[in-house]
């Protein structure tokens, strides 16, 4: 969870929200100001408001917006609780924000890198194979090796290679990055 800066949080004392949305050109962050007696919304994306209304007297609804270069469609919900609570949804293409991250997980694959000490997050789409860094798809040397495929790029002028291979008795597919030769754990640190 990241942290808002000391001189924002003045600015934020209605907050009621806040999630992270793993997309692949990275994590985004999602805000939700409520003012329950002003009838006051903000939506913040990334720290930029992208919404503001003031003085609304519904203090129940949706909003819609999309995320990320991909222009995920959010769909921000707004429900009432007895006797006078909210309670505040994020739904994610479609998923609620928890299915949808557990989805994401399942397709994609992210590694974080430190060289030179510049830091680079690394995201492979397991279905289509793109390769993402720092938010920016690239392009790669795709080669068939003896037992899977290797992915061939560069990091800041340094080697980098993602192997994959299938797992033996498995039709699980296990993807590994190596940088300079290294490997590279993956997000998860579980390798797999």
Known sequence: MQTLQKNSVQ???DL???WSVPLLDGVHI???EHGTTTGKRVLRLDGKEVFRKEWMFKLVGDI??????????CELRVDPIPPFSFSYTLWVDGKSIEKFA???QESMKSW???NNNKRFAIVLA???LEVWVNGQAIDVERDFVEDGTEMKFMIDQVDA???SASKQGRKEIVYKLYVNNRLVLDDSNNNT
């Open 64 to 73: 819609k917006f999309t995320l990320g270069q991909e222009n995920v469609k």
């Open 30 to 32: 999602v805000e939700f």
């Open 126 to 128: 397991k279905q289509t």
């Open 102 to 104: 557990e989805k994401q």
């Open 161 to 163: 290679i993602i192997r």
């Open 112 to 114: 974080s890198v430190v």
């Open 16 to 18: 009621v929200a806040y």
């Open 11 to 13: 600015d934020r004392s």
